[in-house]
C-alpha cells in the first residue's frame, strides 16, 4: 500500500510502499499510540486525503521543527498522509499526487515559525486551525506571535 512521508525538514513528500498502515506509522517515526488524524481534503465522490501527525504535533514549540500547514493543517513533524475511497478504505495514496505535492502544489505551504503561522492565517492563506466535532470547535490555534 503507498502512502506519502512529509518530511519537513526538506520540505519534500516520500511515496513509500508499505504492508499497512502500522508500518507506514513506524516508518514515519510515529507512535501508533500517539498519534491524531485530520481530513486535508475531500473529493466530491467522497474519497479522502488525511494527515497523521504526533498527538501533540499542534502545541509544541514550532520553531524546534519547521511545520507544513496545507490549507487546513498546521503541525509539527513527524507525520504522513493517506489516501481513502469513498467508503473509508485506505487506498494507495497516488504518485502523481506525490509529485505535484512536490513541485510546488499551491495548497501546501512550508512554515517554519509561529509568526510564519499567524501570518498566513491573517493575510488568509491559510485559515486558523482548529480541532471539531460534528463542527463544533474543541481546540483552535491561538499561538501569539512573539514579541
Same mark, same amino acid.
Given at each position: 500500500m503507498? /502512502?506519502?512521508i512529509i518530511h519537513p525538514t526538506t520540505k519534500t513528500i516520500e511515496l513509500v510502499d508499505c504492508v499497512d498502515y502500522r508500518a507506514a506509522l513506524v516508518l514515519a517515526g510515529l507512535d501508533q499510540n500517539g498519534?491524531? /488524524?485530520?481530513t486535508v481534503a475531500q473529493w466530491k465522490d467522497g474519497s479522502t486525503l488525511s494527515i497523521i501527525v504526533y498527538e501533540f504535533g499542534l502545541i509544541e514549540p514550532v520553531n524546534q521543527t519547521p511545520i507544513s500547514p496545507s490549507t487546513i493543517n498546521s503541525t509539527t513533524a513527524p507525520r504522513f498522509s493517506s489516501k481513502a475511497d469513498p467508503e473509508g478504505e485506505t487506498v494507495d495514496f497516488p504518485s502523481n499526487l506525490t509529485t505535484h505535492l512536490n513541485e510546488g502544489c499551491e495548497a501546501l505551504l512550508w512554515l517554519g515559525t509561529v509568526e510564519a503561522v499567524e501570518a498566513a492565517i491573517t493575510s488568509n492563506q491559510i485559515p486558523r486551525p482548529q480541532s471539531s466535532i460534528n463542527g463544533v470547535p474543541t481546540w483552535t490555534w491561538n499561538k501569539e506571535p512573539k514579541q
Open positions: 503507498n /502512502f506519502a498519534v491524531d /488524524f485530520g
